[in-house]
């Protein structure tokens, strides 16, 4: 079996829904090996969509709804974008990207019965894939079928959008400047306001934060308006009944503004007349009805994405990074936290490049797609102008579109590896310096920092230098150093040989020590992966040489909790040749990373199993603990990778830096 951490829904909430209480992320482990479903499909999940309406689907099941409520310890079902991992359907093959509306989870199983709502991706211009969950997606859909056939927009007229940052609300916006309309928003911040007025062209908006939509509509349209997209609800609503024209139309999308609160303390719209005074037209839509979603498909993808394509419609996405963080992504949207379309990224890829944000950069031409391991990545080469201290060079690279590897060992080896696993005519950061001549010696040092979380973009406490490390000033003692075998089946890799693991703990006083043999087996170092995972076998042994049971971690029947992560215990890995082993320890204080199961006293598992190709994975909880040195053996001008003779050096951390 394969974890498979899933979105769950433990408890019906009476208002906002709370991460760890009603909303957790559990592990629904999933058999990979098993064959397809007839006719169906299992998939690898790489985004999925959160959307105001599942909030309405957290309900008591007796209350009767046009969407069934969730069940009670089942997952969270929503919009995805995934990958056909193994296929029974003569409809679908192997690699081919979907769009489903499956459970929030690392994998899921689609039954052939299941199959005739799911759409194969066509992206013949390689957008974000994201943006198939967005402007492209339902909420893409959305705005078009219900500005269209309800709205029925005419040149000239004036439209009122409430949420006009939001998934929908900011497709609308875009669609109505399209077609002569001024273009009114309202939004919860500064930010979004000026996003909407700068950056997709609406003519005025205003934050109902700081200004009453009854008194910023009258003042922003003075005459009225024609069109109103509704997506919020209360004083929205009235404020737009309030200022409608004779023969306005109101395309009802959604009402936020209740959703997280309890049916007894709702209040109701006070001016409903003004619907028949001024002969409105209000109709509630669901973009799955045959008269609008599937009747406006075809039009809105072939305009979309060439709008999107040529940059006269832009698309915001707000992204939770990690399926981790599941919980709490969807609960910043229900609270107005979100910036745009919110998605979770479920497969981490850590390339953030955005070409139209740049002056620099430029697509080469090429494209590149690098399977590993089962895995890949794939995207558009580019060429950037790239800049660290007073030096300034050409970096060509891959802006990743696409990505799963991180399940794999190869998550940072585009950017510090060696260039045979580039594709596109990109090249490695590393070897692009020592081709033009900028290092000094052919290496680099990695101190990652001791904080596990994400920076957010923003520079952690770590250091890379490329060039002469700095171990004199990081490292305490010696370096230990062990030589590294590149060729790893197609590509080169760091990669050297694991002898064994060495356990130690502290029972009644005595050092107890077990040791884990791995028969001279592989080891791939990857200054991207945020892991140490061994073989399933080894991984069990491994924690009971410390006295934990993985198996009952797994279960939810143990939660480590951080006190358990002390000095008491260690792991020393015997890397390198069997002639000249080397031994590097870590202790159970130092693999210490709080927020496990949503508890601060509780703390993540230091390792993980299930590598499907039996390797070992080292990833940062070394670069976090200990200072790298990433020495390529050769000369600092040296081009011909078959001339490297690397080898790959840790040292303990000065105690300032520990």
């Not at 209480?21 to 999925?48: F, S």
């Not at 308006?225 to 004083?235: P, S, T």
């Not at 809105?300 to 919980?327: F, R, Y």
């Not at 590598?611 to 070394?622: R, V």
Request: aromatic share 10%; charged share 20%; with cysteine.
């Amino acid at each position: 079996m394969t974890a498979n951490k899933t979105l769950i829904y433990k408890k019906v909430p009476t208002g906002l829904p709370v991460p760890g209480e009603h909303l957790t992320v559990e592990d629904r482990p999933i058999d990979l090996e098993q064959a397809a479903p007839e006719g169906g499909l299992v998939v690898e999940i790489i985004y999925a969509s959160f959307d105001p309406y599942l909030r309405g689907k957290m309900r008591d099941p007796t209350i009767k709804s046009y969407s069934p409520a969730f069940e009670l310890d089942g997952p969270i079902v929503s919009g995805s974008v995934s990958k056909v991992i193994k296929t029974d359907s003569p409809d679908f093959k192997e690699d081919d990207l979907i769009v489903a509306y499956i459970p929030v989870a690392e994998y899921a199983r689609i039954s052939k019965e299941a199959l005739a709502t799911v759409q194969k991706i066509n992206n013949p211009h390689n957008l974000e894939l994201g943006l198939f969950l967005g402007p492209l997606g339902m909420p893409g859909l959305t705005a078009w079928s219900g500005l269209h056939r309800i709205g029925q927009p005419q040149k000239g007229e004036t439209i009122f959008i409430s949420s006009a940052a939001g998934a929908v609300g900011q497709v609308v916006g875009q669609i109505a400047k399209r077609e002569g309309l001024t273009v009114i928003g309202s939004v919860g911040s500064d930010e979004k306001l000026e996003y909407i007025i700068k950056e997709l062209g609406f003519d005025a908006g205003f934050n109902y934060k700081k200004e009453s939509p009854k008194d910023a509509l009258p003042r922003l349209a003075p005459e009225g308006i024609d069109i109103y997209f509704e997506n919020v609800g209360g004083d929205h609503l009235e404020a737009a009944l309030a200022n409608f024209k004779v023969g306005g139309r109101m395309p009802v999308c959604g009402m936020i503004d209740i959703y997280n609160t309890p049916y007894a303390q709702q209040k109701g719209t006070k001016n409903l007349t003004q619907l028949i005074a001024k002969q409105i037209t209000m109709q509630g839509f669901l973009v799955g009805n045959p008269k609008f979603g599937p009747a406006y498909y075809k039009e809105h993808q072939e305009n979309m994405q060439k709008w999107l394509v040529e940059g006269s419609v832009k698309a915001k996405l707000h992204v939770t990074e990690g399926i981790d963080n599941a919980a709490e992504g969807f609960v910043d949207l229900l609270v107005g936290r979100n910036f745009g379309k919110a998605i979770l990224k479920i497969r981490y890829n850590r390339v953030g490049y955005n070409i139209n944000g740049s002056t620099t950069g430029r697509y080469t031409g090429d494209y590149a797609d690098i399977p590993y391991l089962g895995g890949n990545t794939a995207g558009p080469a580019v060429s950037e102008v790239w800049k660290a201290d007073d030096l300034t060079w050409n970096q060509t690279f891959i802006a990743a579109n696409e990505s799963n590897w991180a399940a794999l060992a190869a998550d940072g080896f585009m950017g510090l590896a060696f260039s045979s696993i580039i594709d596109g005519g990109a090249n490695t950061v590393v070897e692009t310096l020592m081709a033009e001549g900028h290092l000094d010696a052919a290496k680099f040092g990695i101190y990652y920092g001791p904080e596990a979380n994400d920076t957010n973009g923003q520079p952690g406490e770590g250091v890379l230098t490329i060039g002469a490390s700095r171990e004199s000033k990081y490292v305490e003692g010696d370096l230990t150093t062990i030589p590294i075998t590149r060729v790893d089946g197609t590509y080169d890799v760091w990669r050297s040989t694991i002898l064994g693991i060495g356990g130690t703990r502290t029972v009644n006083g005595t050092a107890v020590r077990t040791t884990t043999d791995f028969d001279f087996g592989r080891v791939v170092f990857d200054t991207g992966a945020g892991s140490v995972s061994f073989p399933d076998e080894q991984n069990l042994k491994v924690y009971e040489s410390i006295g934990m049971n993985y198996t009952a971690i797994l279960a939810g029947e143990h939660i480590p909790l951080c006190s358990e992560f002390n000095s008491s215990w260690s792991v020393s890995f015997n890397l390198g040749d069997y002639r000249d082993p080397q031994v590097v320890t870590l202790r159970g204080d130092q693999l210490r990373r709080p927020g496990f199961a949503y508890r601060d006293d509780a703390c993540w598992p230091p390792f993980e199993g299930g590598n499907a190709a039996g390797f070992t994975l080292i990833g940062t909880p070394f670069l976090r603990n200990l200072y790298t040195v990433w020495d390529y053996g050769v000369d600092a001008t040296e081009t011909d990778i078959s001339r490297f003779n690397p080898q790959l050096s840790f040292g303990a951390l000065k105690s300032k830096l520990n």
